[in-house]
């Protein structure tokens, strides 16, 4: 997700071109400008169309588009990663691709949701959910591996 979301500290695309990521600890996935009522980027509180009432149709947002041009990265609905969630994983884990502690509280859930204020919907931003639980803010992302 964060890869998708920030672009990691280098973009690997078509035919292994390797670029070096200019601003990869981006707090947006369209960079470090705060969410403006001018231009709304992603779907949250305060959003005048949809925001703290409903989800918004995926692609309603194409000012909010990732480096790895992917859409309703922030706002909408949460993510549900696979990842577990440990407070302290950070401090210790891998300074590349870190896989996720072994166990935890419950799955992280990222990028923040129609309802949330603006503090809570940013690239950095984790929550966890118990996963035996469920919440009408949650979705996932399926993906599809292009070979």
Known sequence: WEKAAKGGLY???????????????????????????????????SEPQFGDRSP????????????YRCLDML???????????NDTYYQSCPSGNPRGPRGGSGRVIRGGAWNCEHRFVSTTFRAWMEPDQWWNVIGFRTILELK
């Open 56 to 67: 918004s149709p995926v692609g309603t947002y194409t000012h909010g588009i990732s480096p």
């Open 11 to 45: 973009f690997d695309g078509d035919k292994a071109m390797i670029q070096k990521n200019k601003n990869p600890k981006r707090r947006y996935p369209w960079g470090d400008d705060a969410i403006s009522k001018g231009e709304w980027k992603c779907n949250c509180k």
């Open 75 to 85: 706002g909408n609905v949460w993510e549900w990663c696979n990842d577990w969630y």
